[in-house]
């Protein structure tokens, strides 16, 4: 390897060395971070349209406090206008990730990438409170129906082993979120790069000013007067 590359390679952030356009070993992040938008956009539409339904019949729909085996209702009105309300709001931010990433405007994306870090950092709180209260988990067991699937099972199990496999799942879930903030973190770096290889340079001598035009404009555009015909002349 030339030694310019070992230099650079040495010299580079982070952030450029974890940098590539592709994803999930075959697709580029531009393409990946439209997918995963609309994605997000259909899983927020369905969830809404059961909030919406349950809120039109809500007799169907309803919760009492002893099918959930407590002392909360938690399937009232107001949580599931709010609920309503979270899913609108995904759905726009979704959105307007998808629209960011297929009309090359980095804004639109940074939004999804604040949900995507927000997201993130719930999960990894509520890994670090299993950690911290391992029995919060036989408490949430004990809250579910009596009809659960696999309650009895699952509660026989020592805390101990409770709190690895949650762990262990908490931890496979946070590195697929950590993938796609990646994905997503390079789409808007490369979407950026796209909006900044547009913009006219200036270039300052001692004396002058000259600006000029992209690379692409200047090949396109055609010469204004075509030079003369050559003729041979003869003696």
């Not at 919760?63 to 899913?87: H, K, P, R």
């Not at 004990?142 to 699937?149: R, Y």
Request: hydrophobic content about 45%; some cysteine.
């Amino acid at each position: 390897m030339p030694a310019d590359t070992q230099k650079m390679m040495m010299t580079a952030s982070p952030w450029d060395r974890w940098y590539s356009t592709r994803c999930c070993l075959c697709c580029h992040v531009r393409t990946g971070t439209i997918i995963l938008g609309v994605w997000y956009m259909l899983i927020n539409a369905v969830v809404l349209l059961i909030l919406l339904t349950a809120l039109s019949d809500p007799e169907q729909y309803h919760l009492t406090s002893a099918e959930l085996a407590n002392d909360l209702d938690v399937m009232d009105d107001a949580n599931m206008c709010i609920a309503s309300a979270i899913s609108l709001l995904m759905i726009l931010i979704c959105g307007m990730a998808t629209y960011g990433a297929y009309k090359l405007r980095p804004a639109w994306i940074i939004p999804f990438f604040c949900y995507q870090i927000f997201d993130f950092a719930l999960n990894t709180l509520v890994a670090v409170s299993i950690v911290v209260y391992p029995n919060t988990i036989q408490d949430y067991l004990q809250q579910l129906p009596e009809n659960f699937p696999y309650k009895e099972e699952v509660a026989a199990l020592s805390n101990v082993c409770l709190v690895a496999i949650v762990l262990l799942f908490i931890g496979c879930i946070l590195s697929f979120k950590a993938y796609l903030i990646a994905c997503v973190w390079n789409c808007y770096r490369y979407v950026s790069g796209r909006g900044s290889s547009e913009i006219l340079l200036y270039v300052t001598t001692n004396d002058t000013t000259v600006l000029l035009p992209p690379y692409d404009d200047s090949v396109s555009v055609p010469p204004k007067q075509a030079p003369p015909p050559y003729t041979t002349v003869t003696a």
